[in-house]
């Protein structure tokens, strides 16, 4: 049949199996979205507020569903609004096909009204994108995007379409999404010497990252867990991926991790890196990390093997199927002297937090209560990110939604609406303080008007939490434009977006105005006063290895 570059790009889209999109229309995308509206009852747009908002939901959509996140917007500012999201996704690997329309072809690279070079901008930023300027490759792009998305390590890829092209006609065929190949890349000698340095372990240390959670391996990795007797720790990213009610489970590794996971992995004799990266945040120092142990290494990115830290073993592809045959390679064994040391430590080291005013900690293990661990929780950056990785007991893989790799603020909001509108019969809680909220909280009128119940905790301590926690334990307090008292009534803001909002105050108020926001029908945000000098121990100072964590006991 006989199609517009505009009816192609919604066929396609269909053919991948989309049901939701979310994003901005504007003069160069018209005839998109023209395509679009006859098309309603089979594709749910969600217009956001900003093209930010569009972004930060498709990427909250696909953490949540495990499938591809759409997002769309017209050219120039439009486009360029998608970045931070297209960045967000890019640094946590989450698959997202980002659509964007230029101006017609012949007025490319003349400065043409809202003509920007997004495929330029995007490159550093994209597994890979496209530049669609004849309808004759317009369906094969658009198809080799989902699939490029979702393969080996996924990620963002930008198709930018010229607005002639969504004009023209050519004749169009319906086809089968793409099979999605292996990135298996290991022999089976690489699966006996990383067995070997296991087998031959007396103290082995299991670090968890977010590649266990996007490959689904969850289960495999529990089993592992179980055959070695190994206790396990957790990247920001990876939460989820091991129950952290689990006796062998640690806590999360890294600047803000558990004294048990930092020390443990320090004196550990194997370390098994699974789907993490060794990020700075996790490693700190790196020439002195887990330099007691030898470093089994699997992940699906080549590029990652020795890039941060060297392994003395390592195995490239998906975790789960890796796991699946290195696991009988493996020797089951009881480290008891090993696992009683480590539990002594969660013991001795346990976290902690003022039990007598009203923290973010407290309001994050009453909200754990009242949703038995169950719920989605997206989070923006900062403290309140830390606390919520901290307190919150997430048993499941996909439940938490959080930009770890670029540290977006004003993430939050539009990922949960994203997630929510992904999955609708689970809670989705957004835990933000108030410098991220600020940033979007224009989002809030998408949530109210399509009645997307989310629920905004703002954990509002009138200042930019982490970065004034740095400047107290490293800047002699000198809180340069950190603190932001001023008038803003986030109540009043959250009514007068079409929001039911609530403010607590005190301990005393956390239970019952969380029950109320849990049996609300629609969007709700909750202003929660905590004080200002709050912070989040433990802690690793800057450039110093992990074994070195402090808390408030330590100053």
């Known amino acids: 049949m006989v199609l517009t570059g505009a009816e192609i790009i919604i066929e396609v889209l269909k053919e991948q199996g989309v049901d939701t999109i979310f994003g901005y229309p504007g003069g160069a995308i018209l005839n998109v979205y023209d395509a679009l509206y006859k098309h309603s009852d089979e594709i749910r747009h969600v217009l956001t507020s900003h093209e930010q908002g569009a972004s930060h939901a498709a990427d909250g959509y696909a953490r949540a569903t495990g499938k591809v996140g759409v997002c769309m917007a017209t050219s120039g500012p439009g486009a360029t609004n998608l970045v931070t999201g297209i960045a967000t996704a890019f640094m946590d ?86 099979e999605l190949k292996s990135s298996c890349r290991y022999t089976e000698d690489d699966l ?68 048990a996971s930092d020390k443990g992995v320090s004196e550990c004799d194997c370390l098994i890196a699974m789907g993490a990266r060794f990020s700075d945040r996790v490693t700190g120092n790196a020439r002195k990390f887990a330099s007691h142990a030898k470093i089994v290494h699997i992940d699906i990115d080549l590029a990652e093997i020795n890039k941060n830290v060297r392994s003395n073993a ?79 007991r997430f048993r499941h893989p996909r439940q938490f939604i959080t930009s770890g790799g670029l540290g977006t603020m004003g993430y939050g909001l539009g990922a949960a609406i994203g997630a929510k509108v992904g999955c609708p019969d689970r809670e989705v809680i957004n835990i933000g303080g108030d410098g991220c909220f600020r940033m979007n909280l224009n989002e809030l009128a998408t949530a109210s008007r399509y009645d997307i119940k989310v ?89 110093k290895p992990i074994s070195e964590a402090f808390d408030e006991r330590d100053l």
């Open 93 to 178: 690997s989450v698959p997202m096909v980002a659509i964007t329309c230029n101006v017609n072809l012949p007025l490319l690279g003349k400065d043409t009204f809202q003509e920007v070079d997004i495929a330029g901008i995007t490159l550093p930023v994209t597994k890979h994108n496209y530049i669609v300027k004849d309808i004759k490759n317009l369906a094969t792009k658009l198809r080799r995007a989902f699939e490029i998305a979702q393969s080996g390590r996924p990620g963002p890829v930008l198709v930018d379409v010229t607005k002639d092209v969504t004009a023209d006609k050519i004749d169009y065929k319906r086809e089968k999404p793409a």
């Open 314 to 392: 390592s195995v490239v592809g998906d975790l789960k199927e890796i796991l699946g045959k290195l696991t009988p390679l493996v020797e089951k064994k009881e480290h008891k002297e090993w696992i009683s040391y480590i539990q002594g430590m969660k013991k001795e080291f346990p976290l902690f937090y003022d039990k007598k005013k009203l923290t973010c900690p407290y309001v994050v293990e009453v909200l754990d209560k009242l949703t038995k661990s169950d719920a989605i929780i997206t989070t923006d950056v900062g403290q309140h990110q830390m606390w919520t990785a901290q307190y919150y």
């Open 455 to 543: 629920i905004d905790i703002i954990i509002n301590n009138s200042v930019l939490g982490m970065v004034r926690q740095w400047q107290s334990l490293f800047y002699g307090k000198r809180y340069s434009q950190t603190v932001l008292t001023d008038k803003v009534d986030y109540v009043k803001v959250a009514e007068g977006l079409g929001c039911k909002a609530y403010r607590i105050t005190k301990k005393s108020e956390v239970e019952e105005v969380l029950k109320k926001a849990l049996n609300a029908k629609g969007p709700v945000v909750i202003d929660c006063v905590i004080d200002s000098d709050d912070s989040v121990y433990p802690m690793v100072p800057p450039g």
């Open 192 to 259: 006996k010497e990383a067995a070997r340095y296991i087998n031959q372990s007396k103290k082995p240390f299991i670090y968890v990252g977010g590649g266990a959670v996007i490959s689904g391996a969850s289960k495999e990795v529990k089993e592992f867990a179980r055959k070695i007797d190994s206790p396990v720790c957790d990247t920001l990213m990876g939460k989820g991926a091991f129950d952290c009610t689990d006796p062998l489970y640690t806590g999360m590794i890294g600047m803000h991790g558990t004294k």
